[in-house]
């Protein structure tokens, strides 16, 4: 028979099988730590009408979107998980109870060119808190919070989530008569990291912006302090712009709320040049970034909107949301060896070899294991010894127990544990504890480590 | 602003939050229980190449796949978890270690006619064990008593796994000189049950099929006599067809090893009319009913194959899978009232409602609930306390704690638990302790009732 070759398409991630447990590991930290903070797990179609999906329309996402027609409809894969959470709450209003905290994890498609770390199906992690009319800014604090527990969970230490308010940048170029250029002055200022301040006031000047103005504007975004610092800083600005004041006020009740939900002063920090696109969020906004790696951008980001599902219903749905890239932060994580390589990845604790040609045991036995919460596995293939010790070494399957005529007769188990290469010869409950305790102490690593 | 009518496309599961979260549990049971007999967690793409999910070509499948061209691109979604896993075995042959155990939950998509309890987009839950060249018939056993252990941690009592051989099957067919006809044979059998044996012979009759053959034929799929008596029957056939010999020989041995993997009598029978489509697979079969409510068909199903993806490679690939739709199943339950309500579906297992315009001591409080596994909604929003008392309700938050100055000057919390309206002053340890006894005693209760 003629054969196709198999491939997975570029742009689309498919990891090893040790791989994918590392990966599975940190999706159920993700949904244990949500779960913690009280949100709801949701599930959404991956295809939805177009209709409803590009309700917003335009702009690079309709380039992107996987859109194909199947009989009468013209359907679309979600690109994000945000629109299908609008749809959501527009189309369930009536039976949901607000505020409505519900996290996702879920696969989301963008045809976008390929090109190494980028993913054409990658998994978002969202969570996001909508109140039916209005939410209170404390929910602005928590977001964060959550966010900094996931990443410690995980064992990422080296990163700082960076906070900012929409209503001090609108405010604050309002302020200086330039509502309608703040798009273009943002997107230069963003760019200051990269270019410097000296270029970045010559590009204002090209742009038409006055000297005066774009000395106001370089010194407010480089104020400078630490977040005490900058909110004092800020108070100096107050009483010329009402966004700006309310601004200025939201962003200090966020930062002093993220310290009382345990949030340390060295993980955050206010960054005035913080934006995240210009229609969208109207109050606080996040980014986080990882310190040893600032070339990769933001793993974690999103803020507060004040109109989640408009383009759906005329209820106003005011909230709050923030997203890990996963497939992405997964990439880097593993491109960049921050993966730590001693947490187990193996499909089991222990694997059993039966001696005898009667299973009946050996069945007996794993089924005592699998009872004690032990992940076990039967080799009973017609293979070597030495192969069937190499497969166990292989999946890095931590204990090999062998099930002999002599123990079964004696009621014992011959457990071995293949790092140290000890053997002993016990009855089961001493076996079971010995290979409990040794679990406990392989599952104390984090997954991420030295990040 | 005009605004588009939300709406989910037909044949598309979305469920409300408290049966979403139910649905995640019986995912984890499923997750939680796969791993305990150490299969890899896998993942793969939705989209693959149309060439290469499509390797099989024809039938109804190519009909109902969601196909479509994206760029240069022909792209199809995948319409199960087999295709892929042939793919992803093929392709990644080199660096597998065999046999290769694997579990994988999953979204697949097949655009079938839209009709109520039939899904366009359900979840398949799959196991499978691949082997390299062979694998030892043990398998065969093993994989109906990890579904057996399955639906009885989701609380499914009332479920019957039935096995049959493809090769018992073949090997009398085969013996009757009516192997070509084997097909339209098993499809008139398998009606038996609802149009009666008697019917069955006359089709048979209509169909060419001798009088002699229609009542071997009957006489053959009617044995009975329980498992031990089926066994015993079958032993009369031996020594007229090789096929049959071997079937008989592998229908023992795994029905006999079932019982050793802890498979009680009453939750499994050979049934000698399964077949399960007649060219994938080559011994072991399996379907799986829900005894009260055989109408719904088969909800887990299975068996060998001899070659996994011989579209893909040569190399002999055989193996052993099995497959639960879990959408269709959440669906019967859910319709049929089996979901048993008494298992929490709240998003939280405590609800925080701060008494104070300082929120610092609630947030404290929350985070400590938390570090003790209790899942904690702090409720901060600018609403009556009546309002609150009816979020906890209607979310079934099992218990609400109040904070207010004496509790805080106090350092006690003000700790009332709904269900009984009972509500006490004590310390944090206390109130932790009286919370988690609440919810192990509350979590005891199994995710389906009365099945």
Do not use: W
């Not at 990891?15 to 903070?37: C, G, H, N, S, V």
């Not at 295809?47 to 009468?72: C, I, M, N, P, W």
């Not at 604090?141 to 906070?163: K, N």
């Amino acid at each position: 028979m003629e054969k196709i070759k198999p491939r997975t398409l570029s742009g689309f991630m498919e990891l090893e099988p040790a791989r994918q447990a590392q990966f599975e590991k940190i999706a159920q930290i993700l949904r244990d730590t949500y779960a913690l903070y009280g949100f709801y797990p949701l599930d959404t179609p991956v295809l939805e009408a177009s209709e409803v999906l590009l309700a917003k329309g335009g702009g690079e996402t309709e380039k992107q979107v996987y859109r194909f027609q199947k009989g009468d409809s013209d359907l679309a894969m979600r690109f994000d998980l945000t629109v299908p959470l609008a749809k959501y709450v527009a189309l369930h209003y009536g039976s949901l109870t607000f505020p409505f905290r519900r996290f996702q994890i879920g696969k989301v498609y963008r045809g976008e060119r390929a090109q190494r770390g980028r993913f054409r199906e990658f998994y978002q992690a969202d969570i996001d808190i909508i109140g039916d009319g209005a939410l209170d800014i404390i929910n602005e604090a928590e977001i964060p919070s959550i966010i900094y527990r996931t990443f410690s969970e995980l064992g990422l230490t080296r990163f700082q989530i960076r906070i900012n308010n929409r209503k001090v940048l609108n405010g604050f170029f309002e302020m200086l008569g330039l509502a309608d250029r703040a798009s273009d002055v943002m997107r230069t200022i963003d760019k200051i990291d990269k270019i410097g301040a000296d270029t970045v006031r010559e590009i204002l000047l090209d742009e038409g912006i006055s000297k005066e103005n774009a000395d106001e504007i370089l010194r407010f975004i480089s104020l400078e302090g630490g977040t005490e610092g900058i909110l004092q800083a800020l108070e100096d600005y107050r009483g010329r712009n009402a966004a700006l004041d309310e601004g200025i006020s939201e962003l200090g009740t966020v930062a002093r709320c993220m310290s009382d939900f345990g949030v340390p002063a060295s993980h955050f920090r206010i960054d005035l040049t913080i934006a995240r696109g210009l229609d969208y969020y109207t109050g606080t906004v996040y980014e986080t970034t990882m310190l040893d790696h600032p070339e990769i951008g933001s793993i974690c980001s999103g803020g507060r909107y004040d109109n989640l599902a408009g383009y759906y219903t005329d209820k106003k749905l005011p909230g709050v949301g923030i997203s890990i890239g996963l497939t992405r932060l997964f990439f880097v994580l593993q491109d960049k060896n921050l993966l730590n390589e001693s947490v187990p990845a193996s499909p089991a604790d222990v694997l059993i070899l039966p001696m005898t040609d009667d299973l009946s045991a050996a069945i007996s036995l794993a089924t005592r294991l699998r009872a004690e919460g032990i992940r076990t596995q039967l080799h009973c293939e017609k293979k070597k010894f030495k192969a069937k010790i190499a497969y166990a070494d292989k999946l890095a399957i931590p204990y090999v127990i062998f099930l002999g005529e002599d123990e079964i007769a004696g009621n014992t188990v011959a457990l071995k544990e293949l790092s140290t290469g000890e053997q002993t010869n016990t009855d089961f409950a001493v076996a079971a504890a010995r290979i409990k305790a040794g679990l406990t102490e392989r599952a104390k690593g984090k997954v991420i480590a030295g990040a």
